[in-house]
């Protein structure tokens, strides 16, 4: 049986608040790749591990029909079974009873799938993502110490494929989640971690919400029991070395066969240092770039950083040691890193240093501020 998983999608993202950038139609590209390799290769199975989008609330209108469109042209290749992930608005659900028409699955609780693929019975256990506060909210209230040992013991108590109810060739667990002894799995307060032990039970576990592509082997037998896809889009510069596809998961008898495709449309993500003004060199270097650059200014004032920022692919300045562009007014040379946006910004920050200044006078004062600043651009223009 051949699976392909794919997870983490992260539909709607808009990345780097100072200067936002959408990264829709760079995910959108990514996950076409998918359809491309399904026109040329076959599957049984499309597992979704979850975070289809990246907010709690409805897509705008045009996105939520591309996704809808796409889980319906992934499903004319397979079966599509996807749990919802702790970024996915749950409003999703509300089209699985449709889409199960076309052999698209949206799940949201605990559970247990049972299909028939192409004469394989295949018993899929479905574990979306969980955390302490909502997996004990029907037991007790949160107040004891042993909040996440509870909380695991209950979701422990179902993650089990032996209450399948009939003969299945294969037994699977899609969720999105993290397991203990990996990277990222003391992640939030209130994530609960899997037992590595768990995924043991399983022939295979497909897991999402690690943003990094991954195989999960048995301490004690070697087996390669599970793997996360990593997901779609590098969506900030914490995940510049990290890895992100989909897998190909080959399942037989004597083992899973696995097999990771990166995404050849993703957007690089790069930093450059700037020791001070930006040189015709500099600029060449972060021009040359085709994906997305954090500049990290060890030296410069606050011209510099917006000089920085009007550089199409610079989405952060991070201003190491500023100084004013007058003779007096240094800030000093502290550990501490402070970004702007903008000279506004710089500026609004500036008079957040005088509290007993009235509100409606700092928003007079900003607004003369961008007033001059703008006349200043379109008289050098």
């Given amino acids: 049986m051949r699976v392909l998983v794919t997870g983490d999608w992260h539909l709607g993202a808009v990345t780097w608040r100072r200067k ?30 979850g975070d289809f989008t990246h907010y709690w609330v409805p897509l705008e209108g045009e996105k939520q029909r591309w996704l809808m469109d796409y889980l319906y042209a992934l499903s004319e290749h397979a079966p599509v079974v996807g749990v919802l992930g702790n970024h996915d608005w749950r409003g999703l659900v509300s089209f699985d009873k449709f889409a199960r028409k076309k052999d698209v699955y949206i799940i949201d609780k605990f559970g247990q799938l049972e299909l028939n693929l192409n004469g394989t019975k295949v018993c899929i256990v479905i574990l979306p993502y969980f955390d302490a506060r909502k997996v004990l909210q029907p037991y007790q209230k949160l107040t004891s110490d042993g909040v996440k040992d509870t909380a695991k013991q209950v979701v422990l108590n179902d993650l089990s494929p032996r209450s399948c109810s009939w003969d299945a060739n294969y037994r699977i667990l899609i969720t999105h989640g993290v397991v203990e002894g990996l990277a990222y799995s003391e992640l939030g307060g209130n994530d609960v971690p899997i037992p590595k032990s768990a995924l043991s039970q399983f022939d295979f576990a497909f897991l999402g919400h690690i943003h990094n592509a991954q195989m999960i082997k048995d301490d004690s037998t070697g087996r390669i029991v599970g793997c996360y896809p990593g997901g779609v889009a590098k969506l900030d510069f914490g995940e510049m070395g990290s890895t992100q596809g ?23 993500l790069k930093r450059v240092e700037v020791a001070g003004p930006v ?35 610079v989405v952060v ?12 007014g240094s800030t000093g040379e502290g550990e501490s890193k402070v970004r702007f946006s903008s000279l506004e910004e710089a500026y609004g920050l500036y008079l957040n240093h005088y509290p007993e200044l009235a509100e409606d006078k700092r928003d007079e004062l900003l607004r003369r ?7 200043a651009k379109e008289n050098k223009s």
């Fill in 20 to 49: 936002p950038q959408d990264r829709t139609p760079e995910i959108q590209a990514c996950l076409s790749e998918i359809l491309d390799f399904l026109s040329q290769e076959r599957v049984d199975l499309i597992a979704v591990t």
């Fill in 246 to 268: 989909f897998w190909i998961v080959d399942l037989s008898p004597k083992g899973p066969d696995c097999k990771l495709i990166q995404f050849s449309s993703q957007k690089p």
């Fill in 317 to 328: 300045v991070e201003l190491k040691s500023a100084v004013s562009t007058g003779s007096e």
């Fill in 369 to 375: 501020f961008s007033s001059y600043l703008r006349k």
């Fill in 279 to 313: 040189t015709p060199e500099v600029r060449e270097e972060i021009m040359g770039t085709n994906g997305y650059v954090k500049a990290v200014l060890k030296e410069g004032d606050l011209v510099t950083v917006q000089k920085l920022y009007d550089l199409e692919p």
